[in-house]
């Protein structure tokens, strides 16, 4: 009888753990600076020109500019850029860059590339930023309602 009570209770700590895990939240990426640069993304690693204003905000269903950087060994960021968008209580996935070669150093960065990006609905999503088909890092934003 013990040996149950153990297995259930083993079972259920096992579901809950499990259930709070797919509910995960997700916080918008830190806002750093390059240079003269205000960025959000991770610092020494990947992120774009954002500040947090109304002009760089992303707003559902609005493209926008955003330049992309990155750190790293340049050899590993020759190549195109991907970024595939996750949203977090969809889940829905979309591509939103594809194929844009990146450039070289700018603004602090061993990498660059401009690019224009649009998310249709409001809410947290995840930036993931692939080149050559090889995920390079994550960037967390929050989409407004206009």
């Known amino acids: ?27 918008e990426s830190s806002i ?33 500019k955003y330049m992309w950087h990155f750190w790293g060994d340049s050899e590993k960021l020759k190549g195109n850029l991907k970024v595939i968008a996750t949203h977090n209580d969809s889940k829905e996935e979309m591509t939103v860059i ?4 990146i450039g070289g150093p700018n603004n602090g960065a061993d990498a660059h590339i401009p690019s224009m990006m649009s998310l249709p609905k409001k809410g947290m999503w995840k930036l993931d930023a692939y080149v050559d088909d090889q995920l390079h890092g994550s960037v967390f934003i929050k989409v407004y309602e206009q």
């Open 1 to 27: 009888m013990i040996k149950i009570s153990v297995r259930f209770f083993l079972l259920f700590i096992t579901f809950v753990y499990l259930v709070g895990c797919s509910n995960e939240e997700w916080e």
């Open 32 to 64: 750093f600076e390059s240079e003269n640069y205000r960025m959000i993304g991770v610092e020494d690693k990947l992120g774009f020109i954002y500040d947090d204003s109304k002009a760089t905000r992303f707003y559902s269903g609005e493209a926008n």
């Open 98 to 101: 594809e194929n844009l070669p």
